[in-house]
């Protein structure tokens, strides 16, 4: 294999630690409570704005659409504010974790340079944002059924959630390694 294609394979897809903090991650009853949760909420809002509407006379092809429409611009800012809330709570351990059993000779021992420490680390506790959206996913296709909600418009949402999330990941790790130090 050429150097620069498994280094590159190092960064993220094949990288030791992403895969160490995925399979480990999936296991914690914490991150499965956390995303119960998260679906819980977007599920309640969702039926409490349709509720609402419902009783303002939408029985129209007109008024469900608008109905859709507005219940996915407030569940998708819902999202949006719920991905910025949890993104910390997934990514506080990201350096705590390797410092607190004093793994950090065992992993500087490693042929894995600095950027693939911190992108291992990162993208490994991204995933599980990751797959908070794309378990919120069939909600937003759901909504599509009253019209008013492009598949163009759902994908924009989604690439502010990821982008929001991979912002905050960003600002959350290097906040985690000047308060352990």
Request: aromatic residues 10%; glycine residues 8%; proline residues 5%.
């Amino acid at each position: 294999m050429p150097v620069f294609l498994n280094w590159f394979l190092r960064l993220i897809p094949t990288n030791p630690i992403c895969i160490r903090i995925v399979a480990g991650g999936g296991r914690r009853w914490r991150d499965m409570l956390i995303r119960a949760l998260y679906l819980g909420i977007m599920i309640a809002l969702m039926l409490i704005v349709l509720i609402g509407n419902l009783g303002s006379g939408y029985f129209s092809m007109r008024g469900l659409a608008s109905s859709g429409a507005s219940i996915f611009q407030m569940t998708s800012y819902v999202q949006v504010i719920l991905i910025c809330l949890l993104t910390p709570i997934f990514m506080a351990g990201a350096i705590v974790q390797e410092s607190n059993p004093r793994t950090w000779d065992i992993l500087l021992s490693t042929p894995l340079n600095s950027a693939q420490i911190v992108l291992g680390n990162i993208f490994g506790r991204l995933f599980f944002i990751v797959t908070l959206l794309l378990a919120s996913l069939p909600l937003f296709i759901f909504l599509q059924m009253f019209g008013g909600v492009p598949d163009q418009t759902i994908i924009e949402s989604y690439a502010v959630a990821i982008c929001s999330a991979l912002l905050v990941a960003s600002i959350a790790v290097p906040l985690s390694v000047t308060r352990t130090i």
